[in-house]
T-cell receptor, first 113, second 108 residues
Framework: EPEVTQTPSHQVTQMGQEVILRCVPISNHLYFYWYRQILGQKVEFLVSFYNNEISEKSEIFDDQFSVERPDGSNFTLKIRSTKLEDSAMYFC???????????FGDGTRLSIL | RKEVEQDPGPFNVPEGATVAFNCTYSNSASQSFFWYRQDCRKEPKLLMSVYSSGNEDGRFTAQLNRASQYISLLIRDSKLSDSATYLCVVNIMNQFYFGTGTSLTVIP
C-alpha cells in the first residue's frame, strides 16, 4: 500500500538555526498538509497546500514557516529561525480528494536545543 | 469555539468491555467524518470513515447523526491492543479538523 514518507525521523537543531523537514506524499494525491503535535497535546494544523499554493494556514504558521513543493514529489516545511517552542512532532499528510481520509507520514521529531 | 469536541477521558475499561466515544462538531457544512487511532509518539492512523448510514468494521461501529452534529465510535469486546488515543476528524472544504482525542486504556 502506498504511504507518505518523512525524513528525517529525528532532527536536533540549535535554537535560531534553520530546519527543513521533508515529506514525500502519496504519488497521485493532490492535497498536502503539515501538522505538529507537542508532546502530550493535540494534533495542530499548520498549513494546507493545493495546486502549488497554500490554501489555508493557521495562526501558528507565521513568517518563520514556509512550504514548498520543489520538484513534484517532495513537500517541504522550512522553519527559518527555530525557537525552543518549535520542539514537537511534525506530521505530513496527503489526500487524493478532499472528502477522502488523510494518510499520515510517521512524523519527524524536532528537538530544539 | 472549537470545531470538533471530544471527551478527553481517560477511559479505563477491562478487557472484553464495550466502550463508546462521542464527538460533536460545530459546522453543519461538515462533509466527511473519520475516526483515527494514535498510539503514543506515533502518527494518526485511519481507523474508519463514518458514513451517514452508520458502518461497522469487525468490533468497531461508527455512527453519524447530522441533525445533532455528533459522531460516535463503539468498540465491542475490547482488547489490550485497543489501548490508544482515538481522534475524531471532520472535513470541511478540504480542511481537516481534529478533536483533542479520547484516551482509552484496556486493563487485563
Amino acid at each position: 500500500e502506498p504511504e507518505v514518507t518523512q525524513t528525517p525521523s529525528h532532527q536536533v537543531t540549535q535554537m535560531g538555526q534553520e530546519v527543513i523537514l521533508r515529506c514525500v506524499p502519496i504519488s497521485n494525491h493532490l492535497y498536502f498538509y503539515w501538522y505538529r503535535q507537542i508532546l502530550g497535546q493535540k494534533v495542530e494544523f499548520l498549513v494546507s497546500f493545493y495546486n502549488n499554493e497554500i490554501s489555508e494556514k493557521s495562526e501558528i504558521f507565521d513568517d518563520q514557516f514556509s512550504v514548498e513543493r520543489p520538484d513534484g514529489s517532495n513537500f517541504t516545511l522550512k522553519i527559518r529561525s527555530t525557537k525552543l517552542e518549535d520542539s514537537a512532532m511534525y506530521f505530513c499528510a496527503s489526500t487524493g480528494q478532499g472528502s477522502q481520509p488523510q494518510h499520515f507520514g510517521d512524523g519527524t521529531r524536532l528537538s530544539i536545543l | 469555539r472549537k470545531e470538533v469536541e471530544q471527551d478527553p477521558g481517560p477511559f479505563n475499561v477491562p478487557e472484553g468491555a464495550t466502550v463508546a466515544f462521542n464527538c460533536t462538531y460545530s459546522n453543519s457544512a461538515s462533509q466527511s467524518f473519520f475516526w483515527y487511532r494514535q498510539d503514543c509518539r506515533k502518527e494518526p492512523k485511519l481507523l474508519m470513515s463514518v458514513y451517514s448510514s452508520g458502518n461497522e468494521d469487525g468490533r468497531f461501529t461508527a455512527q453519524l447523526n447530522r441533525a445533532s452534529q455528533y459522531i460516535s465510535l463503539l468498540i465491542r469486546d475490547s482488547k489490550l491492543s485497543d489501548s490508544a488515543t482515538y481522534l475524531c476528524v471532520v472535513n470541511i472544504m478540504n480542511q481537516f479538523y481534529f478533536g483533542t482525542g479520547t484516551s482509552l486504556t484496556v486493563i487485563p
